[in-house]
């Protein structure tokens, strides 16, 4: 394992630390338990949006803190949902009094701590609300799982709630928005190769040169089946088609496509998946209204990418466009 | 004799010391089935709970265990966090202010501790989790405790039927947790938590008969 | 090798493709010889700015075309400059003849070409100026090399002389402003891992598990030399203290700090690199009134970074601070 | 008898040839010194003068050597495209409208050759680029045009000292193109460009011996 970290476990304090450094401007970082708030935060009545989880998918969480997005992040050791003790103080700097949603990827970890996290911000008299993203295509939703995983959606569920709770909006009508994101955006994933937890010191699992992992998370496990390498093109329809499948899009529907590099894989290669993703919308008659393309939901260093597809209609459109000003994502101011 | 603070304490200190040394290996198991982090979080976790002992003594069995529920509740994170937190937290009120502990009490705090787990987490027997350990240690502990078996009894029974139990999951496809996301495939690994739990049970078995080799008391 | 392609010949082709259907609000993209323009180019009475080079540097440069950078991109070959016959149209699209400043990384290929172009075009009546970046302090600028190379300090030069092509400054005027930049501007790059590129199929070098490369250059090429692996605050030393005394930053002055990763890096570990290089300018009393931190001058998915510092004054920083509205950098818009 | 349009366009092909088939060594020798495209580059880069001799067949070996030059100049890229475009140009200008070239107008246009790459990469002898095989078959070239050879003996002594002096870069520190930046760790490696000089001057030699054996002259 080589990276550029100094001591396994020291990884997300010195991160975040230098994070908080090179966006001062935006954000205060929070030490001892660490969490990351909005500057200026909480925002006289403006419903806030709180979201976390394990770090390793950078710019997730934390980078998406800031104006029209949201008000904190809260991160856990590395692949390791945060703990009640970080998510009660984030939820209570940023709760203006006008409630708090939590954003919270299904998994178990995640919805059990930010469950006893919600069930004690409560007690000490903050509204809190909490939205479960739950995408993957991946994961049957069944009940011999824990359900879908959250995964890539997510960041589509941020900017869209975070812009409708920039505007006003009430903490239930942040939380619809957030949900109707949530029903009408699906993921599904690809690795090339596995990532490394920095303490645990060897890649989450070894494919051979001509294997590729299908349905993965973005926990560095491995996806639902392993399959021969195959090109761009026929590893697009792989993860597209059960996305469109799930999401039943009929031709004239308008949606958004996002192609997410799970951190080590080129932009280039990115824009080849995106083309052929593109074609295929175009093929079912489907218009591609918005894109987003990049590194956005991450397992550290795993080469792959996700395929995200969302529904749009006017008032999500809005929203998607409304300006948005964090370290990661930023348009219109 | 009953189990005391002093037997708590050893227990969360011994539980400590294995969850350093089993570290790597339950990582191991998790890198297999999940995401590499259960060693990692469950050692830090023990580490934080030594140091709120240190911090404040606790003066009775469920003031220790309480002391560290709330340690593994705010440092480990995780699923397990919060399910070994309330486990513990479980056990913790189950024994109340009782300075000495009976077969019976122990028994069934144990069985508070699993209880905990399950209300938290749903998962039933033969979802390759840690309520494959839990649940045959409870059942054993009750046997034993009913069978006139002394405290030390009751956990080298709890301790043995967890290792059982954990060893059981090897099979197993997985429906709860990080695990089952991979369906068929978690099949032929052991579920680190049901692992974890094993360790603990074990530690909680060498304390008490640690304490009862201390006050002469014999082990058997 | 395991990449998200179709094929290694039609790699540069389909990126680019799919780089322009992500970003068709932004750029128009060309084929056949294949260049990018930003929509609507030539912008009447602006300065053009033109870059280009090898492909395999994504986001640079085509995602740094649009409002306040550049106005075409070209990119050649998988780390391959591109040739006259595309630098030349893309030159004559782009001017509205208040001329073009062609931005070149110090390559001899790149330097050949351009300065081929360059001769084409004037022949043609286009009035054309060049600026050469060679930010690279691991190289010594002396008679015995091709001269220091130009890295990651390009996406400031672009940045920033976009900015004042946008307000309105005179051919010479913008070249002046985007010499300056490259006079204030050094950087020095690190690489953990090498890259592969597509059409050859195996790493461009292997580096055992306690091996790195300091002084790498942006074309998966060895460094100036390999060392024992270190943590990521000793190695931030080793780059960022030759850039520093290169630049002679002293006490009190102002600094822009950008820490670029090289493509397969987690960003997380970006912030590391920057937490430390901000501590050390610190202690050196030198102020860093802005930053950047993300993979903006790639090699494919080489793991490691680059650290760039550019001197700032008022001028410089203003100029940095107006919008820009590109693929891959955008605020104030 | 000289040589003709067809030597040219034989020359040409036998490039393209050349330059599939040690494609991948030439990616190689670039890979350890430089940034593993030059063997891609100039595959692609002759493919293109091959579609170019196709679409339109050249009349004299000038017609030929600048069509390849303009291929190569608008599909090679990188130092090489520039630099070999500049060698077929100025070879193309030296021998103007002839349509049968002499021992000594070959060497000339040579000449030429080498001296646009100088002119264009400011390269000297021993700085490991491909100077040091175009030098070498220049001076061997004109020798043997001086001592009476044929246009096969000067294109034969050519490619042969151009082989020499490919081999010859082996132990150099490079001091211009990109595998300058490696300072002393460049020594060790043959420099690609010369590797590729060599052998396209192989190919002329070769498309001389042919067309020789063709038209019934002897070759020695
Ligand atoms: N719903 C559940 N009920 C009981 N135990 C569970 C449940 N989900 C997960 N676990 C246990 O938690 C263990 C994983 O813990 P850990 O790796 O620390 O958390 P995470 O899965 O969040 O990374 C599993 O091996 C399993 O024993
Ligand atoms: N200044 C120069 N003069 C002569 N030849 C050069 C010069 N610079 C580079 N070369 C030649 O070009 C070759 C590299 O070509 P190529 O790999 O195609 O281009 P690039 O270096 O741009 O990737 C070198 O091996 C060397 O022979
Ligand atoms: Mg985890
Ligand atoms: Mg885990
Ligand atoms: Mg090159
Ligand atoms: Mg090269």
């Given at each position: 394992m080589k990276k550029l970290i100094n001591d396994p476990r020291s990884v997300v304090d010195e991160s975040v630390e230098g994070f908080g450094m090179a966006h001062a401007d935006l954000v205060d970082v929070h030490t001892d338990p660490i969490f990351v708030v909005r500057k200026g935060a909480p925002v006289a009545g403006k419903v806030a949006l709180v979201s976390g989880g394990g770090s390793g998918h950078e710019p997730l969480h934390a980078g998406f803190v800031g104006h029209g997005m949201l008000d904190a992040a809260v991160p856990g050791a590395v692949f390791t949902s945060p703990t009640p003790d970080q998510i009660i103080p984030a939820t209570a700097a940023v709760d203006s009094g006008a409630g708090v949603i939590h954003i919270v990827k299904n998994y178990t970890g995640d919805v059990l701590n930010f469950e006893t996290a919600a069930e004690m911000a409560q007690a000490e008299g903050i509204s809190v609300r909490s939205v479960l993203v739950n995408d993957d295509v991946a994961v049957e939703d069944s009940l011999y799982t824990a359900g879908r995983r959250g995964v890539g959606g997510t960041v589509l569920v941020?900017?869209?709630?975070?812009?409708?709770?920039?505007?006003?909006?009430?903490?239930?009508?942040?939380?619809?928005?957030?949900?109707?994101?949530?029903?009408?955006?699906?993921?599904?994933?690809?690795?090339?190769?596995?990532?490394?937890?920095?303490?645990?010191?060897?890649?989450?699992?070894?494919?051979?040169?001509?294997?590729?992992?299908?349905?993965?998370?973005?926990?560095?496990?491995?996806?639902?089946?392993?399959?021969?390498?195959?090109?761009?093109?026929?590893?697009?329809?792989?993860?597209?088609?059960?996305?469109?499948?799930?999401?039943?899009?009929?031709?004239?529907?308008e949606v958004l496509l996002f192609v997410n590099g799970m951190g080590g894989t080129p932009l280039s290669e990115l824009y080849i998946v995106y083309r052929r993703a593109a074609q295929i919308l175009a093929e079912r008659g489907a218009k591609v209204e918005r894109s987003l393309v990049g590194n956005y939901v991450t397992s550290l260093e795993m080469q792959g990418c996700s395929i995200s597809v969302l529904r749009l209609d006017d008032e999500l459109t809005a929203l998607w466009d409304a300006p948005v000003h964090t370290p990661a994502l930023r348009w219109g101011m | 004799m009953g189990l005391t603070v002093d037997w708590a304490t050893d227990w969360l200190k011994l539980s400590a010391k294995a969850m350093e040394e089993h570290r790597v290996e339950l990582?191991?198991?998790?890198?297999?089935?999940?995401?590499?982090?259960?060693?990692?979080?469950?050692?830090?976790?023990?580490?934080?709970?030594?140091?709120?002992?240190?911090?404040?003594?606790?003066?009775?069995?469920?003031?220790?265990?309480?002391?560290?529920?709330m340690a593994l509740m705010s440092k480990v994170g995780g699923a397990a966090g919060p399910l070994y937190g309330t486990a513990y937290l479980r056990a913790a009120t189950s024994l109340g202010d009782?300075?000495?502990?009976?077969?019976?009490?122990?028994?069934?705090?144990?069985?508070?501790?699993r209880d905990g787990?399950?209300?938290?987490?749903?998962?039933?027997?033969?979802?390759?989790?840690?309520?494959?350990a839990w649940t045959p240690a409870v059942d054993a502990a009750q046997k034993a405790a009913a069978g006139g078996a002394d405290p030390v009894g009751v956990l080298e029974a709890a301790a043995e039927a967890a290792e059982t139990g954990a060893m059981a999951t090897d099979p197993l496809v997985a429906r709860k947790g990080r695990a089952s996301y991979l369906g068929e495939r978690s099949a032929g690994h052991r579920d680190p938590g049901a692992a974890s739990t094993a360790l603990l049970l074990r530690a909680a078995a060498a304390a008490a008969a640690g304490s009862a080799a201390e006050t002469g008391t014999d082990a058997v």
């Open positions: 941020e900017k869209i709630a975070g812009a409708a709770a920039e505007r006003g909006d009430s903490l239930e009508a942040v939380a619809g928005v957030a949900e109707g994101v949530v029903r009408n955006v699906r993921t599904m994933g690809v690795a090339l190769s596995g990532c490394t937890v920095p303490h645990a010191g060897v890649p989450s699992f070894e494919l051979a040169e001509d294997e590729i992992e299908i349905g993965i998370g973005i926990h560095g496990e491995p996806g639902r089946h392993r399959i021969a390498m195959e090109g761009a093109d026929a590893i697009t329809s792989r993860l597209l088609d059960p996305v469109l499948e799930d999401l039943g899009i009929k031709a004239g529907e | 990582i191991e198991l998790d890198r297999a089935i999940g995401d590499s982090d259960h060693g990692e979080n469950m050692d830090r976790g023990f580490q934080a709970v030594l140091q709120k002992l240190d911090e404040a003594p606790p003066e009775t069995p469920g003031a220790a265990l309480k002391a560290a529920a009782a300075t000495e502990i009976d077969a019976e009490t122990l028994a069934a705090a144990l069985a508070a501790a787990v399950v209300a938290r987490g749903k998962a039933e027997l033969g979802d390759k989790t840690m309520i494959d």
